[in-house]
């Protein structure tokens, strides 16, 4: 698996890569959560299902994220590890392990959701690739 790459700019975006689509699936949902923790210091301790639903490629990586995000948020759980067990038209369904909030060493402002528009997989002679562009909670300052 190839790392994901930060792009330059404002807003923050990503590109994640995959051989296969369920590969950058996992990926995509690796770059996120890799904003806000470190994720490379985090191990899959507690696991959970996710399902999402979409009519194409783009709303279920979009729905996948989102879904990945809502756990975090409602469980309380950093996910570091992810797997994609089944993606097919109309949905993903796989699962997601890390630690509690608490326990996860913070790397910087964590990503709040994806901005439109939707991620668009693009198949390459070695897989996928997709650019995220990231939504980020506000950093609040000292003054």
């Known amino acids: ?8 700019g404002d807003p923050p975006t990503v590109r994640v890569y995959g051989a296969t ?17 470190r994720l490379d210091e985090i191990p899959g301790t507690y696991s959970r299902p996710v399902i999402a639903a979409g009519d194409t490629m783009a709303e279920l990586l979009v729905a996948w994220i989102d879904e990945l995000l809502a756990m975090s948020r409602v469980e309380g759980i ?14 993903v369904q796989g699962s ?6 608490g326990e996860a060493p913070r790397r910087g402002a964590a990503v709040t959701g994806l901005r439109p528009p939707p991620p668009l997989p693009v198949e390459i002679p070695d897989g996928w690739w997709a650019d995220l562009i990231l939504d980020v909670e506000p950093m609040m300052r000292l003054v």
């Open 1 to 8: 698996m190839r790392p994901y790459e930060r792009l330059p």
């Open 21 to 37: 689509l369920e590969e950058m699936f996992e990926e995509a949902a690796y770059a996120v959560f890799d904003q806000g923790h």
């Open 96 to 101: 997601a392990a890390g630690l509690p909030v």
């Open 78 to 91: 950093v996910p570091s590890y992810f797997v994609v067990d089944r993606l097919e038209e109309g949905g």
